[in-house]
């Protein structure tokens, strides 16, 4: 925070705060030629069917190798690119290597279970016109059904969203797509209002799965998880669980009904060629 000392001449109050407002403004201003450079890539994380273990799909998670200050986070990144607009063609490129490394596990498996893909949308994509032709060429070019393919979106990029914010997310749902509401549970949104929503995956936010940590697990976490799962459920909706890291949190959630789980417990979220052990040493295993 800058504080005036007299005349036009401004004095730093906190030259941390100025030192991260510089990485900011830097970071910021390297990420497009970061972009043209390939500095991102992405690492992706199994999603594993609670049930019976097998690996279903991954979720895919961008990262970006900077030449100085090494790898950063999507926190770090992704909501400077939102502000830019530079989400827009970053969020293309994501999409369109996710679908591609899709593609690419499914012919080294043999063309046997199809490998699904989650794929992570910004709110400012949900908004841009081009998403829903974007999403058709993409998985066109790389020969991926829309089934295998599956949209997260926030619950908050959801909150009070108006039916033109809606529409192309319809469209994406009508050919296929499923669209899962991400970090479900932390939006205080309006149960009832689900029903509007063309979801098909609830995606329970991490701090439900950190209440399951001690066995058993806090009674009223539970009723409350319980009751999430029967809704979800009576509306058709899968269930998939995050930051799961305990073989007793998959145990618990497993019981409670929840479908899918992705969590350290499972993996970290890896190079491509990690999944395709993991779902290698699952069907041999
Ligand atoms: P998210 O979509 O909710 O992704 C899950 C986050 O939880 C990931 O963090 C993942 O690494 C982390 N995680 C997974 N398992 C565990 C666990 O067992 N314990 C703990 N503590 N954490 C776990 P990450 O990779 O840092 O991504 C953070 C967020 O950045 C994502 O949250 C997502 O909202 C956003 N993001 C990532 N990639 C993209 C992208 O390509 N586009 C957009 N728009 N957002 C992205
Ligand atoms: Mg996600
Ligand atoms: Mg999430
Ligand atoms: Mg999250």
Known sequence: ????????????ADPEADARAITRHGLTTALPAALERGEFFIEYQP???????????????????????GVLGPDRFIPLAEHTGLIVPLGRWVLEQSVRQARAWRERGGDTDPVRINVNLSPCQLTHPGLVQDTVDILERAGVEPQALCLEVTESALIGADDDLLKPLRRLAEMGIDIALDDFGTGYSNLANLRRLPVSVLKLDRSFTQGMQQFPADPVDLKIVEGIVSLAHSLDLAVTVEGVETGAQAEQLRILGCDT?????????????????????????
């Open 47 to 69: 999603l594993v069917h609670l049930g019976d273990g097998s690996v279903r799909g991954a979720e895919a998670l961008v990262r970006w190798l900077h030449p100085q200050h």
């Open 261 to 285: 789980a992705q969590g350290w417990y499972y993996a970290r979220p890896g190079p491509p060629e990690r999944l395709h052990e993991l779902a290698l040493a699952d069907a041999t295993g």
């Open 1 to 12: 925070r800058a504080k005036s000392a007299g005349g036009n001449r401004f004095e730093l």
